[in-house]
Nanobody, 116 residues
Framework: QVQLVESGGGLVQAGGSLRLSCVASGIIPSMNVMGWYRQAPGKQRELVAAISSGGSTTYTDSVKGRFTISRDNAKNTVYLYMNSLKPEDTAVYYC??????????WGKGTLVTVSS
């Protein structure tokens, strides 16, 4: 089993920055993909960014150039650096760890609110 705990959410003004962290614990497979998803009120959960254990990254178009995902494998931690935040970035941000077997683990989420 894998447990994921997110932190770093909060209230920020438009144009501001936040750093989200997600710490994984438990039996963590060496090969995995960790990602950040978000879900705004009334909308479906969507992928924001993901990073493989080898460091390959992917971003949704709306955050390219503003958000950066990184990971520290020694600390089992993934980060999401969010700059130039916009009100439309307001959402609950969830961390996910995907095993190569297809099993996914989710954190409980952290709320990011961007005021205009």
């Amino acid at each position: 089993q894998v447990q994921l705990v997110e932190s770093g959410g909060g209230l920020v003004q438009a144009g501001g920055s936040l750093r989200l962290s997600c710490v994984a614990s438990g039996i963590i497979p060496s090969m995995n993909v960790m990602g950040w998803y978000r879900q705004a009120p009334g909308k479906q959960r969507e992928l924001v960014a993901a990073i493989s254990s080898g460091g390959s990254t992917t971003y949704t178009d709306s955050v390219k150039g503003r958000f950066t995902i990184s990971r520290d494998n020694a600390k089992n931690t993934v980060y999401l650096y969010m700059n130039s935040l916009k009100p439309e970035d307001t959402a609950v941000y969830y961390c996910k760890l995907a095993r190569s077997s297809g099993v996914d683990y989710w954190g409980k989420g952290t709320l990011v609110t961007v005021s205009s």
